[in-house]
C-alpha cells in the first residue's frame, strides 16, 4: 500500500550537482519549512510570501553573520514538489558557501535529506505514484533526446494512465465474477464466459505489448549496446576511435593489442549507442588474451549490433574462418560486416549469409565513418516516442508485468476451460497485485529503500 506519512522533521540538501559553479540551490521540504528559514534570513517577511514567489536578500550563518546574497523562492503545500511547505534558496555556487548554507539551517533545526528523500515525499504525499518517481531519476539521468522523451512521458503519467485503465477494467472484471460468487445459488449470471473471455485477451494483449517495449526500452534507457568484434589488427580500435571522434582506445601494428574490453558511449540521431571494443580473434596460447577474447564472445552476445570488423587485406579463407567464430553468436542480432581498409585493398570475395549486413569503408575517411553511423541508426531500429508513447524502461516494471501478464494468462485459460470463479477471481487479483507493485499501491518499505536509495541527494 502506498505511504501514507506525516511528516514531521523539516528536511535540507543541496539540489544542484557537486563542486563549484554560477550558483546552486538549496532545498528545504517539511512542516517547519518556513519558519527554520525564517532564522537564518534577512529580507521580506518570509511568513507573508505567498506561494511560488521569489524574493531578494541575505542569508546569515549560525553566527548571525551575513553569509551570502541569495534568492529565496516559496512553495506552499501542498502545490509543491514534495506536497510540503518548501523553500528553496539559490545562493553563489562556491562549495564553502554552499557547505555552510547547509550547516547555518541544520543549526536552525533542518536534518540533511536522504538520497531521493524529496521524491520519496512526492510519492508519499500523493503527488507522484511510484512509477512517475521513478522516472525523475531516468530524467536526471538521460542521456539522449529519446531517452528524454521517454522519462517525461512516463513523469507526466502516460505509463501510470495506462495501467489505470488496466485496473479498472480488472477490478470491473473480477465485480462481475464475485457477483455471481455471492449470488451463486439463486444461478445469476452477470455476464457470459465468451465475453469475459474476450475482455481477458484484450487486457493479456495490453499487458504483453507492455512488457514486449521492455527490449527497446531498456536499449533507450541505457544505450544499445554495440560490440565491435573480428580478428586481431583487423582496425577495431580505430574503428571506435573513429566513432567517437577520440583516441579513446589504443592503436597499434601489433597484433593482440587490446586484451580486454573498452567501453564509451555516442548519441546518434537521438539515440545512445554504447560501442564495445573487444579483444581481437585468433588462435593464441597467452592466457591474458585468450580470456580477453572469452571476454569478447560474452560482450557479443549480450550485444544488440555487432560490428564485424574485417581487414580487407585478408585472404576469403581468414574471412571464412573468423565468420565460423562469429555468425554463430549473432542469430538474434544485427549483423554488420565492415569491410575496412578499403582505401588499401579491395575486400576479398567472399559469400556470407543474407541476414548480414555488409558496408565497405575507411575508418580514416570521415564520410564512410559517418555511412556507418547512419547505417547503425537504420539497423537499430527503434520506436518513434512521441508524446503518447508508453515504453517500458525499468526492469522493476517488467518484472511486475511478466508476472501480471501469467496471472492474467491463468485468467483466460480458467474461463476457457470452465474453471470455477473464486478460482478465475484469484488469478485476477494476483493480475491486480502485480500491476500494484508498478505504481505503488502495493509495495513495502524495503522496496522504497531499494528505489530511492539510487537517487542522487537532493532529489
Known amino acids: 500500500m502506498q505511504e501514507n506519512h506525516i511528516f514531521q522533521d523539516t528536511i535540507v540538501a543541496v539540489a544542484t550537482p557537486h563542486g563549484m559553479g554560477g550558483l546552486a540551490v538549496a532545498r528545504v521540504s517539511g512542516p517547519q519549512a518556513l519558519d527554520l528559514v525564517a532564522m537564518r534570513w534577512q529580507g521580506a517577511p518570509l511568513p507573508a510570501m505567498s506561494s511560488h514567489s521569489a524574493h531578494l536578500g541575505q542569508v546569515l550563518d549560525s553566527a548571525g553573520n551575513v553569509l551570502d546574497q541569495v534568492v529565496l523562492t516559496v512553495f506552499r503545500a501542498p502545490h509543491s514538489f514534495t506536497g510540503e511547505d518548501v523553500v528553496e534558496v539559490s545562493c553563489h555556487g562556491s562549495t564553502w558557501i554552499q557547505q555552510q548554507l547547509l550547516t547555518t539551517l541544520i543549526d536552525a533545526g533542518c536534518r540533511l535529506a536522504g538520497p531521493g528523500e524529496f521524491t520519496r515525499r512526492a510519492f508519499a504525499n500523493g503527488r507522484m505514484d511510484l512509477s512517475q518517481a521513478e522516472a525523475v531519476a531516468d530524467l536526471i539521468a538521460s542521456q539522449s533526446a529519446t531517452a528524454h522523451r521517454v522519462a517525461m512521458n512516463q513523469m507526466r503519467g502516460r505509463f501510470s494512465g495506462e495501467l489505470g485503465r488496466l485496473r479498472e477494467r480488472l477490478l470491473h472484471f473480477v465485480a462481475l465474477i464475485e457477483l455471481e460468487l455471492d449470488f451463486g445459488e439463486?444461478?445469476?449470471?452477470?455476464?457470459?464466459?465468451?465475453?469475459?473471455?474476450?475482455?481477458?485477451?484484450?487486457?493479456?494483449?495490453?499487458?504483453?505489448?507492455?512488457?514486449?517495449?521492455?527490449?527497446?526500452?531498456?536499449?533507450?534507457?541505457?544505450?544499445?549496446?554495440?560490440?565491435?568484434?573480428?580478428?586481431?589488427?583487423?582496425?577495431?580500435?580505430?574503428?571506435?576511435?573513429?566513432?567517437?571522434?577520440?583516441?579513446?582506445?589504443?592503436?597499434?601494428?601489433?597484433?593482440?593489442?587490446?586484451?580486454?574490453?573498452?567501453?564509451?558511449?555516442?548519441?546518434?540521431?537521438?539515440?545512445?549507442?554504447?560501442?564495445?571494443?573487444?579483444?581481437?580473434?585468433?588462435?593464441?596460447?597467452?592466457?591474458?588474451?585468450?580470456?580477453?577474447?572469452?571476454?569478447?564472445?560474452?560482450?557479443?552476445?549480450?550485444?544488440?549490433?555487432?560490428?564485424?570488423?574485417?581487414?580487407?587485406?585478408?585472404?576469403?579463407?581468414?574471412?571464412?574462418?573468423?565468420?565460423?567464430?562469429?555468425?554463430?553468436?549473432?542469430?538474434?542480432?544485427?549483423?554488420?560486416?565492415?569491410?575496412?581498409?578499403?582505401?588499401?585493398?579491395?575486400?576479398?570475395?567472399?559469400?556470407?549469409?543474407?541476414?548480414?549486413?555488409?558496408?565497405?569503408?575507411?575508418?580514416?575517411r570521415e564520410a564512410d565513418v559517418e555511412r556507418l553511423r547512419q547505417l547503425m541508426v537504420r539497423v537499430a531500429a527503434l520506436p518513434t516516442v512521441d508524446e503518447n508513447a508508453v515504453i517500458v524502461t525499468n526492469v522493476r516494471h517488467y518484472e511486475a508485468l511478466l508476472r501480471a501478464g501469467q496471472a492474467i494468462g491463468r485468467v483466460v485459460d480458467g474461463l476457457q476451460s470452465g474453471v470455477s470463479g473464486d478460482l478465475v477471481s484469484q488469478d485476477i487479483r494476483e493480475c491486480l497485485h502485480h500491476l500494484g507493485e508498478i505504481t505503488g499501491e502495493i509495495t513495502t518499505d524495503a522496496i522504497l529503500g531499494e528505489i530511492f536509495a539510487h537517487f542522487c541527494i537532493g532529489k
Open 186 to 364: 439463486e444461478d445469476v449470471t452477470f455476464a457470459d464466459r465468451s465475453s469475459l473471455v474476450l475482455l481477458a485477451q484484450e487486457i493479456q494483449t495490453v499487458v504483453h505489448r507492455l512488457a514486449h517495449s521492455f527490449h527497446a526500452g531498456n536499449a533507450i534507457k541505457n544505450g544499445l549496446p554495440v560490440a565491435i568484434v573480428g580478428a586481431t589488427n583487423a582496425g577495431k580500435s580505430s574503428l571506435l576511435n573513429a566513432l567517437l571522434g577520440d583516441d579513446r582506445a589504443l592503436v597499434s601494428d601489433i597484433h593482440g593489442t587490446t586484451r580486454d574490453v573498452i567501453e564509451d558511449t555516442i548519441t546518434l540521431d537521438g539515440t545512445l549507442f554504447r560501442l564495445i571494443d573487444t579483444a581481437g580473434l585468433r588462435q593464441s596460447k597467452d592466457v591474458i588474451e585468450r580470456m580477453g577474447m572469452e571476454r569478447s564472445i560474452a560482450k557479443m552476445e549480450q550485444a544488440q549490433i555487432v560490428l564485424w570488423v574485417i581487414d580487407s587485406t585478408e585472404t576469403a579463407s581468414e574471412v571464412e574462418r573468423h565468420a565460423a567464430m562469429i555468425v554463430p553468436h549473432c542469430t538474434d542480432k544485427q549483423l554488420i560486416a565492415v569491410f575496412n581498409k578499403a582505401d588499401l585493398n579491395a575486400a576479398p570475395e567472399v559469400t556470407l549469409p543474407p541476414e548480414v549486413t555488409t558496408i565497405h569503408m575507411s575508418a580514416h
